[in-house]
């Protein structure tokens, strides 16, 4: 199970962080088996990759738009990951989702097929 939180309601320029906690995978896999991406889906469009982390080694990926702006992590302790959003502009307006996928897959983590878990999303809005 994955549950998002800390999406809301900010004015451009400003920041947000959002968590993905993480509980119940398949009985004998950790945390530490799956690569967590963050994807989003804005109005009239569909959804896109944002970010990942590989969370056994730490490695991240991002999707060019958000380089230098977002910054993706993981509290393994807490089983969760964030994403720090930076610098928000409205055209990131979107519901963001987390997702797990095998850690060997991560490579392909913009590839939602991938994945074997989905959060319910959490609705982010910039206003201008």
């Known amino acids: 199970q994955l549950v998002e939180s800390g999406g809301g309601w900010v004015q451009a320029g400003g920041s947000l962080r959002l968590s993905c906690a993480a509980s119940?995978?398949?009985?004998?896999?950790?945390?530490?088996?799956?690569?967590i991406g963050w994807f989003r889906r804005a109005p009239g469009k569909e959804r896109e990759g944002v970010s990942c982390?590989?969370?056994?080694?730490?490695?991240?990926y991002y999707t060019d738009s958000v380089k230098g702006r977002f910054t993706i992590s993981s509290d393994n302790a807490k089983n969760t990951v964030y994403l720090q959003m930076n610098s928000l502009k409205p055209e990131v307006t979107a519901v963001y989702y987390c997702?797990?996928?095998?850690?060997?897959?991560?490579?392909?983590?913009?590839?939602?097929?991938?994945?074997?878990?989905w959060g319910q999303g959490t609705q982010v809005t910039v206003s201008s």
């Open positions: 997702a797990a996928l095998p850690r060997s897959l991560a490579m392909v983590w913009a590839s939602e097929k991938e994945y074997d878990y």
């Open positions: 119940g995978f398949t009985a004998g896999f950790t945390f530490d088996y799956y690569a």
């Open positions: 982390v590989r969370i056994s080694d730490g490695t991240t």
